[in-house]
Structure formats: structure tokens, C-alpha cells
């Protein structure tokens, strides 16, 4: 020990503790005027975000932890200034880093911006049922990266906030009732208003199914091989859209048969004209109809 004490100039090493005591105590009352400025503007600065409409989750993502860490990062640099470091210098180098660090995150900090564009705009809402990215759900969670959502078929599916504001999203809860639409086809030869007498008849009292707006039934092409036609029932639960959309569907095939009307599969007529003799030759009947009936020639 005595040979430590030897090669440390005490004196001096006293001395210059004590020339640095002021500019210590300068960056640790830095450090507590930010930290004391953090604690005191905190609430009010939720209370203006609050107002302006914004979502409770970025409200604090933006307190908690930007705001807070703005106020730490000016805190520390003022503070290390105060110590004689070379902040220019410093700061040059986290902007280095920095930019490396973005591009080495870049797909979350996509993902990060996208988040604080779902907070802002406010699409939808936990509890909402949404169709996005070919998943249809109730929204269970959001965070800043990803949106959670809970399928019908009880899977939990992490959809990336990126992905979300780049496709087309459909809220089936943002207004409240939701119109279900059903296709059915009839024949030509059936009576549309009867078929509509019974459909309505049928999905009037499924469960589920809103008794106003009441529903109804239109016409909506004369296809190839039937007459399309829309079951049009409104529901208050977007949460039960599949269920009705079943439960429509099967009750409107039901009410059809028992009405007698014909729900004709997918057919093709086919008229022949001018068949040439030699082609006739060639069947394998020889020149008679299938079951021994002559087929006369054909005229030209």
C-alpha cells in the first residue's frame, strides 16, 4: 500500500477532486431539472394528447417513454457538458450509430410509425370485428408493432401494423348494424314474387337476425342458368355475421323446397343444326338415334 501512495500524488489528486466538485454538483442539479420538469409537465402533457382525441395506448407510448426519453437524452448531454465532455463529438457518434441501427431495424420501425398512424387514425378499436389481410376477427389486442385479433376459429393471428394500413380493411362494427347478404338462385320458370313470400317467411324469425331494418329480398341478375336473388337480414352483433350468413343460407334452401321451387343446377343447351350425312355414318349407332329411332337426313 505504502508503495501506491508513493507513486499518487495525493495532494494534487485532492485538489483536483475538489476543482471538479462544482461542475459535479452542476450536472447532477441538471440532471434532477429534467427529471423535475418530466415529473411535473407529465400529466399535463396527457391531459392536452387526451383532448386531441388520441388513443390511452399512444398517449403513453408517447409520455412514458418518447417524452421521457427526450428529457433524459437533453438531461444527460447538458450534464456531461457541464463536465467538460466533447458533447459535439458524442452526439456525432450516436447519430452514427443511430443510422445503423435504423437500417438494421427498419421493418420495425415501419411497423412503429404504423402503429402511431392506427392510434391516430383509429380504424378500429379493441372489441371490433375487422376483415384484414384475408383474416376475419374481433381485435383483442393493438400495440405499436402488431394488431392482435381473435378468429372465429379461437387462433390468435399477429398481423403486422405495416401490413394494416397498406391493405384494404373492412370494420364490420364502426356503425353498428351490419347487412348480411345471401345469394340464392331460382329457375326461370318459378315465380319470383312467390319465392320471395317464402324467404321472407323463413328468415324472419332465425335468430340473430334484426327485426329492423326488416329484410328483404331483390333481384339481382338472370344469369346463365337461374334467376340470382339476394337475401338481404341486418344484425346488431357483427359478431355473429357468419352465424346468420349460415343459418340464412340454410333456412332460404329449406323454404324453397317446401314451396316447390326449383333451385336448377348449372346447364348448357346445346341446338344442332345441319348435320352432313357422313358425320351420322360415323356414330356408333350407324345412322340411327340411341334406342333404334332412324335419324332422318340432314338438310342442307
Same mark, same amino acid.
Given at each position: 500500500?505504502?508503495?501506491?501512495?508513493? /507513486?499518487?500524488?495525493?495532494?494534487? *489528486?485532492?485538489?483536483?477532486?475538489?476543482?471538479?466538485?462544482?461542475?459535479?454538483?452542476?450536472? *447532477?442539479?441538471?440532471?434532477?431539472?429534467?427529471?423535475?420538469?418530466? /415529473?411535473?409537465?407529465?400529466?399535463? *402533457?396527457?391531459?392536452?394528447?387526451?383532448?386531441?382525441?388520441?388513443?390511452?395506448?399512444?398517449?403513453?407510448?408517447?409520455?412514458?417513454?418518447?417524452?421521457?426519453l427526450v428529457?433524459?437524452? *437533453?438531461? +444527460?448531454?447538458?450534464?456531461?457538458?457541464?463536465?467538460?465532455?466533447? +458533447?459535439?463529438?458524442?452526439?456525432?457518434?450516436?447519430?452514427?450509430?443511430?443510422?445503423?441501427?435504423?437500417f438494421a431495424a427498419q421493418d420495425s420501425l415501419s411497423n412503429t410509425i404504423a402503429g402511431f398512424v392506427v392510434f391516430w387514425d383509429k380504424p378500429f378499436e379493441v372489441g371490433d370485428w375487422v376483415t384484414v389481410a384475408d383474416q376475419y376477427g374481433r381485435v383483442s389486442e393493438i400495440t405499436m408493432r402488431s394488431t392482435r385479433i381473435r378468429t372465429n376459429n379461437n387462433t390468435y393471428v399477429v398481423i403486422p401494423n405495416k401490413s394494416i394500413i397498406d391493405q384494404v380493411l373492412v370494420n364490420h362494427s364502426k356503425h353498428g348494424e351490419t347487412r348480411i347478404d345471401v345469394p340464392i338462385g331460382i329457375a326461370y320458370k318459378e315465380s319470383i314474387p312467390a319465392a320471395r313470400k317464402a324467404l321472407l317467411a323463413a328468415v324472419q324469425g332465425l335468430e340473430g337476425v334484426a327485426k329492423s331494418p326488416a329484410?328483404?329480398?331483390?333481384?339481382?341478375?338472370?344469369?346463365?342458368?337461374?334467376?340470382?336473388?339476394? +337475401? /338481404?337480414?341486418?344484425?346488431?352483433?357483427a359478431g355473429q355475421e357468419q352465424a346468420v350468413f349460415?343459418?340464412?343460407?340454410?333456412?332460404?334452401?329449406?323454404?324453397?323446397?317446401?314451396?316447390?321451387?326449383?333451385?336448377?343446377?348449372?346447364?348448357?343447351?346445346?341446338?344442332?343444326?345441319?348435320?352432313?350425312?357422313r358425320v351420322w355414318k360415323r356414330l356408333p349407332w350407324s345412322g340411327s338415334a340411341p334406342g333404334g329411332t332412324e335419324v332422318p337426313p340432314a338438310r342442307n
Open positions: 500500500m505504502d508503495w501506491l501512495l508513493k /507513486r499518487i500524488d495525493v495532494d494534487r *489528486f485532492v485538489n483536483d477532486a475538489l476543482a471538479y466538485l462544482p461542475s459535479i454538483f452542476a450536472a *447532477f442539479v441538471v440532471l434532477f431539472v429534467f427529471w423535475l420538469a418530466y /415529473r411535473v409537465t407529465r400529466v399535463s *402533457f396527457r391531459a392536452i394528447l387526451r383532448r386531441g382525441g388520441l388513443h390511452e395506448t399512444l398517449i403513453g407510448m408517447l409520455v412514458d417513454n418518447i417524452y421521457k428529457l433524459i437524452v *437533453f438531461g +444527460v448531454v447538458m450534464a456531461a457538458d457541464q463536465l467538460g465532455v466533447n +458533447v459535439g463529438a458524442a452526439l456525432a457518434g450516436l447519430g452514427v450509430a443511430g443510422i445503423a441501427v435504423g329484410p328483404d329480398v331483390v333481384t339481382t341478375e338472370t344469369a346463365d342458368s337461374s334467376v340470382n336473388l339476394l +337475401v /338481404r337480414v341486418w344484425i346488431d352483433d349460415f343459418s340464412t343460407l340454410e333456412a332460404s334452401k329449406i323454404a324453397l323446397d317446401a314451396a316447390g321451387i326449383q333451385i336448377p343446377y348449372p346447364h348448357l343447351q346445346l341446338f344442332v343444326d345441319n348435320v352432313e350425312d
